[in-house]
């Protein structure tokens, strides 16, 4: 196992995309501290703010401190392990392709953006665009699993093409907006226009039933027996789902039917 201790002080972001078990694997300790990262205009040697110590070449790599300034954490690993004890900064797990990313703290906008594959779990909160697509890209989020125990922020799954988004504390506005096809499951309460301009995809909410923009129609009511499934893997990860939501019916209402409306919005019913 890699550990790696943040001890920088900077009020300016840090960008760190070599820290990946694909980078830093078969690499000594000496030539992990000259790899370069970016601070500012300038570009240092990663050890000018982490101390390291240990060996990369079982995939397993823990990040310990407060990581809220370093951005890129994680982004396109596509295997192994990286466990940050604290918080990290923009852009962690983006484009990740496979392997897992777990955040004990909170995560900075862009969590997740364009994901292909692999597991990134933020165990609490996350800011804005989770999954989702960067600005001028024609997709988000296209395979793989984010998990959110805490609240995320606005237009969460933007453009999203596959995979599965949870989030278990409150969200911003436009969750699942644009979007092309994948899950996004929101257990908590939502901001506004959920779903707008959305083609395919399913966007469930389990605790709270925001008003839908008027582009959505009502279909039916129902048991969808793949949310069941969708729940147990869910515990499976870690991530806490309540046992009611096994039971009860769900409104299935279907839209956007402005750009295609076969996308689906499913609202819990308590029985």
Request: charged share 20%; net charge neutral; aromatic share 8%.
């Amino acid at each position: 196992m890699l550990r790696l201790r943040y001890h920088g002080v900077t009020t300016i972001p840090i960008e760190a995309e070599c820290i990946t078990p694909d980078t830093l694997a078969g690499k000594s300790a000496a030539e992990i501290a000259a790899l370069p990262v970016q601070h500012g205009n300038a570009s240092v040697p990663l050890s000018e703010f982490f101390h390291i110590e240990g060996d990369p070449n079982d995939g397993d790599i823990v990040i310990e401190g407060d990581c809220g300034r370093v951005k890129w954490l994680g982004a396109d690993m596509t295997r192994g392990r990286l466990t940050i004890h604290g918080n990290a900064g923009m852009h962690t797990g983006a484009e990740m392709k496979g392997g897992a990313l777990h955040v004990y703290g909170q995560a900075g906008d862009w969590a997740g953006a364009e994901m292909r594959g692999g597991l990134l779990h933020v165990h609490g909160d996350a800011g804005h665009l989770a999954g989702a697509a960067y600005r001028g890209s024609r997709a988000g989020m296209r395979g793989g699993v984010l998990l959110i125990d805490g609240k995320a922020g606005h237009e969460i799954g933007a453009t999203m093409r596959g995979g599965l988004i949870a989030v278990g504390g409150a969200s911003g506005d436009f969750p699942g907006v644009s979007m092309i096809a994948g899950s996004i499951f929101l257990f908590g309460p939502s901001g506004g226009r959920p779903g707008a301009g959305m083609k395919r995809g399913t966007l469930a909410f389990f605790s709270s039933s925001p008003p839908l923009l008027p582009t959505f129609r009502p279909a039916c009511d129902y048991r969808p027996v793949f949310l069941s499934l969708y729940l147990r893997q869910l515990r499976a990860w870690g991530f806490a789902v309540d046992e009611r939501f096994q039971g009860g019916r769900w409104r299935r209402w279907t839209g956007d039917q402005v750009p295609l409306g076969k996308g689906e919005i499913l609202l819990w019913q308590e029985t």
